[in-house]
Every structure is written in structure tokens, then in C-alpha cells.
């Protein structure tokens, strides 16, 4: 008997495996895995402190950000930007609860504990209105032009700025840091034209216009509302707006001639 039972689990698992092998795959065109991004409070919060080193401000002139002096960039919303400065000096350390992006040294913060005091970010009340946009008026044309220091990225990961050698703030969003990739480098030469603020804790302006140099500079926002330049012809968008072109690369320097 035992041969016989023995013989018998056998050929059940062999068919058993033969069934398995014949499954066929999952369909195409199923549902694909969303992209990670940044961690989320269901990952774990994360806790860092340093030294605070610089306000990293928007074009507004509100802090949303915060660089350490190991490089770490904190990212918070622009309406803490008053408390957070309050509470906080550069030279002062600071003690940071969050999430920390994917592949960048940027912490998303959730707390900010300074000098005994904390700030946090709270989620909206639901009813609760929006503040008030800022009045375009408050923003001025402006030039910004040097090396590239470091580049700024947001709480997913992507590059949505860079800091310049003389700290001045230059943004875009991030399809346009995509889109000039491997030229937007630490130590690479920028020239930005754009609408922006200067004062006490900083410059920083809304790049319209980026290049290597004054002489090379090409447009890609149309002007202080912040648009997308609207392209030439061709079928119209939603709202009478044609599709977005990519952004042009900056022309890259001539090779020397071959002596």
C-alpha cells in the first residue's frame, strides 16, 4: 500500500505542477504600479537635526524650505513661512520630523522643534478657505546669473530649482528641470530672466527665460502670470491654449577647432 499511495501523491503533484505551469499570464494592458514617491506617513517618519544655514525662499519671498549645513533641504509649505522664521534663526539648530524624499537629501517636514518651540503642519479643516493669493504686483522683474551652487528639489524628488553661487534662488517647474536634465549641474554657468522678490532674507525669482549666458538665454514662460508660453499654430488646448511645447535645451558651448 504504501508504493501505491506514494505513486499516487506523486502523479497529483506532477499535475498539479503541470497546471500551474500551464497558467497563463497576467493580461497585458492590466493595471501598472504607480511610481513611487515621496514616503508617506504610512512608511515611517523620519527625525534629523542641524544646523540651519539658509532660508530657501519662492519667488513670493516666503520661506517654503530650509537648507542644513550637511546639505539637507527640509521642505514645508509657504504658509508656516512666518512661524517657522519666528522660531528659527540660520546658525540655530533645528530639529526636523518627517519624510524623506526618494534618491534626494530632502526631508518633507511635519515638525520643526527650535529654542524650546515647535511649529507643525497641520492638515487644512475641511471648510476651511484658502489663504489669498499673492498680488502679482508684489513681484518684480528681475536677472539672476552664475554658477550653479546646488540644485533644489521638491518633496517627490524632483528638480524644481537651483541655488546659485551668490544664494540667489532661480525656479521652474519641474517638467522644465526635467527637460534641461544633465545641464542644470552644480558648478554649470545659468542666466535667468524672470519675476521674482528681493529682501532681507534673500532673492529668488520664476525663471521665464533660462540659458548659459545673457546672449543665450530662450523663453519658456510668456511672461508674469507664469503661463506657458502658447505655441505657434496647431490645434488649441482646453481654454483656448495650445499644447505646451517641451522646453528648448541650452545650446551648449562650440568645441574648440582641431589645432
Known amino acids: 500500500m504504501t508504493p501505491r499511495i506514494t505513486f499516487i501523491a506523486a502523479a497529483c503533484l506532477l499535475a498539479g505542477g503541470a497546471a500551474f505551469a500551464q497558467m497563463p499570464p497576467p493580461p497585458p494592458g492590466g493595471p501598472v504600479p504607480p511610481a513611487p514617491i515621496a514616503a508617506t506617513p504610512e512608511a515611517g517618519t523620519i ?7 539658509q532660508w530657501l525662499i519662492n519667488p513670493n519671498g516666503e520661506a517654503d524650505g530650509l537648507l542644513l549645513s550637511d546639505g539637507t533641504q527640509v521642505a514645508f509649505p509657504p504658509h508656516l513661512s512666518a512661524a517657522v522664521m519666528q522660531m528659527l534663526k540660520p546658525g540655530e539648530t533645528v530639529q526636523v520630523s518627517g519624510w524623506r524624499a526618494p534618491n534626494v537629501p530632502v526631508v518633507r517636514a511635519q515638525t520643526l522643534v527650535a529654542n524650546g518651540r515647535s511649529v507643525t503642519d497641520q492638515p487644512p479643516t ?4 484658502p489663504p489669498p493669493p499673492r498680488e502679482s504686483g508684489a513681484l518684480s522683474a528681475m536677472t539672476a546669473g552664475g554658477r550653479i551652487a546646488r540644485l533644489l528639489y521638491t518633496d517627490r524628488g524632483d528638480v524644481h530649482g537651483v541655488m546659485l553661487e551668490d544664494k540667489t534662488i532661480v525656479r521652474f517647474p519641474p517638467h ?3 527637460a534641461y536634465g544633465a545641464q542644470l549641474q552644480p558648478g554649470a554657468p545659468l542666466h535667468a530672466r524672470g519675476w521674482g522678490t528681493r529682501g532681507a532674507q534673500g532673492a529668488a525669482l520664476e525663471a521665464t527665460s533660462l540659458g548659459q549666458s545673457a546672449d543665450t538665454v530662450r ?3 510668456s511672461g508674469p502670470g507664469l503661463e506657458p508660453a502658447p505655441p505657434v499654430g496647431g490645434p488649441r488646448g482646453p481654454r483656448g491654449r ?3 511645447p517641451p522646453a528648448p535645451v541650452m545650446p551648449l558651448p ?4 582641431a589645432s
Not at 527625525?47 to 544655514?53: E, I, K, L, N, Y
Not at 475641511?126 to 478657505?129: E, K, L, Q, R, S
Open 242 to 244: 495650445g499644447p505646451v
Open 176 to 178: 522644465i528641470g526635467a
Open 126 to 129: 475641511p471648510g476651511m478657505a
Open 219 to 221: 523663453e519658456v514662460f
Open 254 to 257: 562650440a568645441p574648440n577647432p
Open 47 to 53: 527625525t534629523v537635526s542641524g544646523r540651519a544655514q
